[in-house]
């Protein structure tokens, strides 16, 4: 059974930091692009980060580059989003996503990250 399981979420005060877990099981996590999306109220779901499968691929939203981190850890079947310096405009339900070739497309529940003092 495919399972991704976010945490970290939680209220940050402008400029702070958070990191942000995902947990994969269920599948062969070394050949999946992992991917962090956003959605704010009244907004459409935004792509954060994404890290590849094999070459280390990496990129970010023009939004949040220089403040977040993606990373990964193959033995712990875990993506990592560092979020530092963060803004209330990064507020957002944060998703952790896994995909193959565009057919395989695993999603998890979802994380809340509030910035706010």
């Known amino acids: 059974q495919v399972q991704l399981v976010e945490s970290g979420g939680g209220l940050v005060q402008p400029g702070g930091s958070l990191r942000l877990s995902c947990a994969a099981s269920?599948?062969?996590?070394?050949?999946?692009?992992m991917r962090w999306y956003r959605q704010a109220p009244g907004k459409e779901r935004e792509l954060v980060a994404r890290?590849?499968?094999?070459?280390?691929?990496?990129s970010y939203a023009d939004s949040v580059k220089g403040r977040f981190t993606i990373s990964e850890d193959n033995a712990k079947t875990t993506v990592y989003l560092q979020m530092n310096r963060l803004k209330p405009e990064d507020t957002a339900v944060y998703y952790c996503?896994?995909?193959?070739?565009?057919?395989?497309?695993?999603w998890g529940q979802g994380t809340q990250v509030t910035v706010s003092s």
């Open positions: 996503n896994a995909v193959l070739a565009s057919v395989y497309d695993y």
């Open positions: 269920g599948f062969t996590f070394s050949r999946y692009v």
């Open positions: 890290i590849g499968p094999t070459d280390g691929y990496i």
